[in-house]
């Protein structure tokens, strides 16, 4: 408790701005202060600075600690020669050089790779992370971000171009909801996915050289950032049960596992308290708990909308001393440069915590070698013959073909034999397109789905073009829109392309009378459809999950005319595609697949490729199925973990041209103890007659508690390939403190386990379980 001449004390404006994140720490863990004093010394002025407990291991990306400590100290002395003008001059985005002390410009926004480098061509688009969810490989996830970063040194070479990027990888969680916006940039629903596929991604984006960062990867948006249409104005209500057991783990993997140097803070508020503006997130989670130890940038202008839009401190001197009080380092915008002078003046913050903050920044240009000769990093030896490259080119292919996913096959409707057809029609507002998502580049190659399925048969589409207008960035330019109907034919086989409808616009009878007469008599239809960025993207949410405009109607028509019609989903977030699961012989498809997509999909379409991806999401069948938008409680019905309705396509479903039998279950113990594991193996045999590749999923279902738990939750997974007929050995290993095994106990504020039993469910997807055991869980 404070004495009595401490309480009696009035509290300085400065104070009060370096503890009011603190009631963020009550909401989330739950910890009760007895006064202001004890939340002073909890969040004392200067905490930015951080300081790893001794249970943190600091995280320095894969840079050596020794590497590092020499970075930060050389940092630190540049930083101690600047003046208080140089110095808050270096905290927006882009920062001005400092011409005395050979400190050149800089730029921590230099671009964006979230699935590929944006930057005009040569340049490689590989497909939207949530496709790449469905393939459930963390080593592909590697391979396509060293490609990406690869790309990044080249044009780094080739022009200057930055080495600091602000994505990937999209952690925030708002995969919870088909509804959010921009849940094409995360991999998954389920936080395990989430963190194995993040923490290869920034492996991929940072390199693995003990002296030098090959790039910054960024995760973001920390935290709870999961609505887009009121993001930079609204507060989550967040449940302590939620944050800690799914809202924050991907972040806590991207930090202890994947090491990443830059943390994003969002716009949005948590619990009341602007994320930027919370010290108990950007200091005492990220730094002392976690070990963080790169700097963390604010969403572009969060710092601004700590003032502007939450109305939080009516200044925007007081906003930025509020920032980088709590640990933020960076200003993706101008505030920080404009009003920190005015915070330093008003003593709302001290010289001392904006050093520290600095030099963490600092030491990332360091790292990545901005202050030193280009040949002293390992990454000069990249070739620029690497950009858009036809190896590059082919893992875009393969990463496509993996996360393509088999949503229904009736009667072995797919493959398609290429060699019996002689007419086919391929209809729909997707098909002419190779729509790449939102922070995209523009490769100079475009593969649509038709272009895919013309080169099957040797014929060639129309080249698309990027539109380029006036006053648009070019990384917003898009191709046309749609293709006109054309017709193809080489002698052998007549392929007639129907659009039939726009994305979202009303009905033209004329072209979608022409698309339902183009079907007619055709040996098979493909019917391509999908949302786009027209329906869902940054700062625009869904309100609906059925197709969009007309295209539920054309797909009915078409199957009128010619029940041989197969449905292929090119979207970017899910559909609820009802009426055609129930009566369409065959879906397939995804999210988009990146510029490759056309190959990609004709490879499994006529049989060149099994398909083995796999749902990284729960598809529903209605809005009405979720809860309300803005409500953050996990197990109020959210995701596979707490839904109890019947999904469209439950999480984890995906079918293959062959049959996987499992088999053989063996559990190394009846019991699961303190500090202990059990083995789970189980014989996965190719029964069918095709070479495939299958995702075995691990699940577990305690029970026993006082709490509610999830009905199950993925604690691991494999992709396996297997020949036909063969079989082989699938191992995991469950560990007493898997977070699965845990829950959050909000009157201990910790994990605990409690004492029951443990379902351990293996099978191919969340709703298709194969093989099942128990054993006891001791507390």
């Given at each position: 408790?404070a004495?009595?001449k401490?309480a009696s004390r ?18 989330i863990?739950?910890?009760p ?5 004890e939340?002073?010394?909890f969040?004392?002025a200067?905490?930015?600075t951080?300081g790893?407990s001794?249970?943190a291991t ?7 600690l020794?590497y590092?400590?020499a970075a930060?100290q050389?940092a ?5 020669k600047?003046?208080l ?9 882009q920062?001005?050089a400092i011409?005395?002390?050979n400190l050149p410009?800089f ?5 964006e790779a979230?699935?590929?480098l944006?930057h005009?061509g040569?340049?490689t688009?590989f497909?939207?992370p949530?496709a790449?969810?469905?393939?459930w490989?963390p080593?592909?996830?590697r391979?396509?971000?060293t490609a990406?970063?690869d790309?990044?040194w080249?044009?780094?070479k080739k ?5 600091a ?5 999209t952690v ?9 916006g921009r ?5 998954s629903?389920d936080?395990?996915l989430v963190?194995k596929?993040?923490?290869e ?5 940072q390199g693995?050289?003990p002296?030098?960062l090959k790039?910054?990867?960024?995760a973001k948006?920390?935290?709870a950032?999961?609505?887009e249409?009121d993001?930079e104005?609204?507060s ?12 924050s783990r991907?972040f ?12 994003m ?9 602007p994320?930027?503006?919370n010290?108990?997130?950007l200091?005492?989670l990220?730094r ?5 130890r790169g700097?963390?940038v604010?969403?572009c202008d969060?710092?601004?909308?700590i ?10 001197a007081e906003?930025?001393?509020?920032a ?6 960076i ?11 005015e915070a330093?003046?008003?003593m709302?913050?001290?010289e001392e915590t904006i050093d520290?903050s ?6 990332g240009?360091i790292?990545?070698?901005?202050l030193?000769?280009?040949d002293q990093?390992?990454y000069?030896?990249?070739?620029i ?7 590059h080119?082919a893992l875009c292919?393969e990463?496509g073909?993996q996360s393509i996913v088999?949503?229904?096959?009736e009667s072995n409707?797919l493959?398609l034999?290429?060699?019996?057809i002689t007419?086919?029609a ?6 002419s397109l190779?729509h790449?998502?939102n922070?995209?580049g523009r490769?100079d190659?475009?593969v ?5 399925i ?10 698309q073009?990027?539109e380029?207008?006036e006053g648009?960035?070019w990384w917003q330019q898009?191709?046309?829109s749609i293709f006109p109907?054309?017709?193809f ?5 007549q392929?007639?392309?129907e659009p039939?409808?726009?994305?979202d616009?009303d009905r033209?009878d ?7 007469n183009a079907a007619k008599?055709m040996d ?5 459809v999908?949302d786009d960025?027209?329906?869902?993207r940054?700062?625009q949410?869904r309100t609906?999950l ?5 295209q539920?109607?054309?797909v009915q ?5 010619n029940?041989?019609?197969i449905?292929?989903i090119s979207?970017n977030c899910?559909v609820?595609?009802?009426?055609e699961q ?11 697949l990146?510029?490759?997509?056309g190959?990609a999909l004709a ?8 398909p ?6 729960t598809w529903?069948?209605h809005a009405d199925d ?6 953050y409680n996990v197990r109020n019905?959210?995701?596979?973990m ?10 984890g479903h995906g ?7 499992y ?7 009846a019991?699961?103890q303190p500090g202990g ?8 045999t190719n029964s ?6 299958e995702?075995v999923q691990?699940y577990?279902?305690v ?8 009905i199950q939750?993925?604690?691991g ?5 297997l ?9 995991f290993?469950?560990k007493h403190d898997?977070?699965?095994l845990r829950?959050?106990?909000e009157?201990?504020?910790?994990f605990?386990?409690?004492?029951g039993?443990?379902?351990?469910l293996?099978?191919s997807?969340?709703a298709?379980?194969?093989?099942r055991?128990?054993?006891s869980?001791?507390?």
């Open positions: 408790m004495d009595q401490s009035p509290v300085t404006r400065r104070e009060f701005l370096t503890v009011a994140g603190y009631g963020a720490a009550i909401a863990t739950g910890w202060l007895a006064d202001r004093a939340a002073a010394s969040f004392p200067g905490a930015a951080g790893a001794a249970t600091p995280d320095t990306g894969p840079v050596a020794e590092f400590s930060r050389r630190a002395g540049i930083v101690a600047m003046t003008a140089e110095k808050i001059s270096q905290f927006g985005n920062v001005p011409p005395r002390l410009a730029n921590y926004y230099a671009s979230l699935h590929g944006i005009s040569p340049v688009s497909p939207l949530l790449m969810g469905c393939a490989n080593n592909l996830m391979r396509v971000y990406v970063s790309e990044i080249a044009w780094h022009n200057g171009q930055g080495l990027m602000f994505s990937p990888p925030n969680m708002g995969t919870r909801d088909p509804r959010w849940i094409g940039e995360n991999f629903e936080p395990l963190s596929l993040a923490v991604t920034i492996r991929g984006i693995d050289n002296r030098f790039s910054v990867a960024c948006h920390f935290v950032n999961d609505t249409d993001r104005e609204t989550a209500s967040v449940d302590p049960r939620s944050f800690w057991e799914y809202y991907g806590e993997a991207c930090v202890r596992e994947g090491r990443v140097f830059t943390v803070s969002s716009y949005n508020a948590m619990n009341g308290i994320t930027t503006a010290p108990f997130l200091t005492e990220l002392n708990r976690w070990g963080f700097f963390v604010s969403d969060a710092v601004g909308d003032t502007r839009t939450h109305h939080f401190v009516p200044t925007f906003a930025s001393a509020l980088v009080n709590a640990g933020c380092d200003n993706c915008g101008n505030t920080l440069p404009n009003f920190l002078g330093v003046d008003k709302l913050i001290s520290h600095l030099t963490r920044s600092l030491t240009r790292l990545l070698g901005d030193d000769p280009i990093s390992p000069h030896t990249i070739p013959s690497c950009l858009e490259s036809p190896e080119r292919r990463a073909r088999l949503f229904k096959n409707t493959p034999n290429a060699s019996g007419k086919l391929v209809i729909g507002p997707m098909a190779c790449l998502g922070y995209s490769p190659n475009l649509s789905p038709l272009d895919g013309l080169e099957q048969f040797g014929l060639q589409g129309p080249v073009h990027w380029t207008k648009i960035p898009k191709a046309p109907a054309q017709t034919s080489n002698g052998k086989v392929i007639v392309y039939g409808c726009t994305v616009g033209d004329q072209k979608f009378d022409a698309a339902v008599g098979a239809v493909l019917v391509c999908g960025q027209q329906i869902d940054e700062g949410d609906f059925h197709l969009p405009g007309v539920h109607d054309l028509a078409v199957y009128a005319a029940p041989k019609t449905l292929v979207s899910p609820a595609v009802n009426w129930e009566h369409l012989p065959a879906i397939i498809g995804g999210m988009f990146g510029q490759e997509q190959h490879d499994v379409l006529f049989g060149a490729y099994n083995g991806g796999k749902l990284s999401t529903y069948r979720l809860p309300d938008f803005h409500n019905g959210r995701t596979y707490y839904f109890q309705g019947s999904p469209l396509y439950p999480f079918l293959s041209y062959t049959a996987f039998r088999g053989n279950l063996q559990v190394g113990g019991s699961l594991s059990l083995s789970v193996e189980m014989q996965l069918g007659p095709h070479d495939g590749d995702v691990l577990v279902h029970s026993g508690g006082t709490v509610q738990r999830p939750q993925l604690v997974f494999e992709r396996v390939h020949a036909a007929g063969a079989s082989r050995t699938v191992q290993t469950l898997d977070l699965a829950y959050w106990n009157t201990q504020y910790a605990v386990v409690e004492a039993t443990v379902d351990l293996v099978g997807s969340s298709d379980i194969r093989l055991h128990q054993v869980l001791e507390a």
